[in-house]
């Protein structure tokens, strides 16, 4: 079932998304060379202690850590590890969530660990084109498809190809409600979009082919050519007025430059 969310509760996802941000730019000002994905996910759970929420994921289908920190061919769900220490040229996503009155925030971002190849660069530019490429489609009247679609034609536009096994989701009480948000499909298909629906839209871009692999650990999904990929996700409130974005990567990107 899809929930409508009224306005009232709309705000309390935003309040949510917008400390995901700031969390994910707190997170964001220590991505460098030598840190270990551990020490991002101390820093995230403290961050979003210290602001009056819990962390989203940690316990999550039992997911052991507050972030979900994916390594360049690892696409999402990777485990923080002391053992991963991020060197110059990665790519790492960044996935965080919140849990504050009643409500979850649920936002992604990939970082660059210092100067990256430009094939890697154009990867992560044409990764958030194509999620705001599928924003743009989230209004009302219009269906789920309609943003899949936007999102592949961009991704597949530039050569690059969208992981089909993982997708967006509805956002509320829950962490992943109904409906399901590919990054693929026919215009015209799938739910209805109404207003007060609010949505998780995520783009997951591979650099080379499609195919992923579960990894043994039960949680990290990775390019099976190992190959890099991209990941960049905003919670999207859909409203007569058109798209909502409860998600803040201004904040995101201005530490990043700070």
């Known amino acids: 079932?899809?929930?409508?969310?009224?306005?009232?509760?709309?705000?309390?996802?935003?309040?949510?998304?917008?400390?995901?941000?700031?969390?994910?730019?707190?997170v964001g000002k220590h991505v460098k060379p030598g840190v270990t994905t551990l020490e991002l996910d101390r820093i995230a759970e403290e961050f979003i202690r210290s602001n009056g929420a819990v962390p989203g994921f940690l316990g999550y289908n039992g997911f052991p850590n507050t972030?979900?920190?994916?390594?360049?061919e690892q696409i999402v769900h990777g485990i923080p590890s002391a053992k991963l220490v991020l060197k110059e040229g990665d790519i790492v996503s960044v996935d965080c969530g919140t849990f504050m009155k009643g409500f979850y925030g649920d936002s992604a971002y990939t970082f660059k660990v210092g100067e990256?190849?430009?094939?890697?660069?154009?990867?992560?530019?044409?990764?958030?084109e194509?999620?705001?490429?599928?924003?743009?489609?989230?209004?009302v009247g219009n269906r789920i498809g309609d943003i899949a679609n936007a999102v592949q034609e961009h991704a597949e536009s530039y050569g690059f190809s969208v992981v089909r096994e993982l997708v967006?989701?509805?956002?509320g009480h829950k962490m992943h409600e109904e409906p399901e948000v590919p990054n693929y499909g026919a215009k015209g298909?799938?739910?209805?979009?109404?207003?007060?629906?609010?949505?998780?839209?995520?783009p997951m871009i591979n650099?080379?082919?499609?195919?992923?692999?579960?990894?043994?650990?039960?949680?990290?999904?990775?390019?099976?050519?190992?190959?890099?990929?991209?990941?960049?996700?905003?919670a999207v409130a859909v409203t007569k007025n058109g798209p909502d974005v409860l998600t803040d990567f201004s904040i995101i990107e201005q530490a990043i430059k700070n």
């Open 1 to 26: 079932m899809i929930y409508l969310k009224t306005k009232e509760e709309v705000e309390l996802l935003r309040e949510n998304n917008l400390l995901v941000s700031a969390t994910l730019a707190e």
């Open 67 to 72: 972030l979900c920190i994916s390594v360049n």
């Open 116 to 128: 990256v190849a430009p094939n890697v660069s154009e990867l992560l530019r044409v990764t958030k």
């Open 189 to 202: 298909r799938g739910p209805l979009l109404k207003e007060g629906m609010v949505l998780c839209i995520e």
């Open 168 to 171: 967006g989701h509805g956002l």
């Open 130 to 139: 194509a999620l705001h490429k599928g924003v743009e489609q989230a209004k």
């Open 207 to 234: 650099m080379g082919s499609r195919a992923v692999v579960f990894e043994k650990d039960g949680w990290t999904v990775r390019t099976r050519d190992r190959k890099p990929a991209a990941h960049f996700e905003y």
